[in-house]
Nanobody, 124 residues
Framework: VQLVESGGGLVQAGGSLRLSCAASDRDVSSFGTGWFRQAPGEDREFVAGITWSGSGSKTFYADSVKGRFTISRDNAMNTVYLQMNRLKPEDSAVYFC????????????????WGQGTQVTVSS
C-alpha cells in the first residue's frame, strides 16, 4: 500500500483545515490508519487513529486534539481524513498518515507504511 497526504497549508489561529490520506494498491478500510505530526526540533507524536472496518472503525485521539480534530474514512474514495478545527499555533507541524494492523495503537513502531507528510502552519 502507498499513502499520499494532502490538504496542508497556512491558516490563522481558530481556523480549520482538512487533511487527506489517499491509499493506493489496497483497500483503506482493511487496515488501521493513524495521523502523526512532527514540529521542528520535536519528536513525532500521535494525533489520531481509526481502526479497520472489521474491528468497528473505532476512533481515538491524543488529549491535545480531542474535541477539535476528527478522523474519518471514506471507503468509496479510499481515503482517510483529518478534520482540524479551532487550530492553534502549537498545531503547526508536518502531518503524516500511516498504516497499521495493530488494533487501537498510538505506538509509532506499529505503523509500517508512512506517507511523505504535509505541512500545516497556524499563524497567531
Amino acid at each position: 500500500v502507498q499513502l499520499v497526504e494532502s490538504g496542508g497549508g497556512l491558516v490563522q489561529a481558530g481556523g480549520s483545515l482538512r487533511l487527506s490520506c489517499a491509499a493506493s494498491d489496497r483497500d483503506v478500510s482493511s487496515f488501521g490508519t493513524g495521523w502523526f505530526r512532527q514540529a521542528p526540533g520535536e519528536d513525532r507524536e500521535f494525533v489520531a487513529g481509526i481502526t479497520w472496518s472489521g474491528s468497528g472503525s473505532k476512533t481515538f485521539y491524543a488529549d491535545s486534539v480531542k474535541g477539535r480534530f476528527t478522523i474519518s474514512r471514506d471507503n468509496a474514495m479510499n481515503t482517510v481524513y483529518l478534520q482540524m478545527n479551532r487550530l492553534k499555533p502549537e498545531d503547526s507541524a508536518v502531518y503524516f498518515c500511516a498504516a497499521t494492523y495493530t488494533y487501537l495503537t498510538a505506538d509509532q513502531s506499529a505503523y509500517r507504511i508512512w506517507g511523505q507528510g504535509t505541512q500545516v502552519t497556524v499563524s497567531s
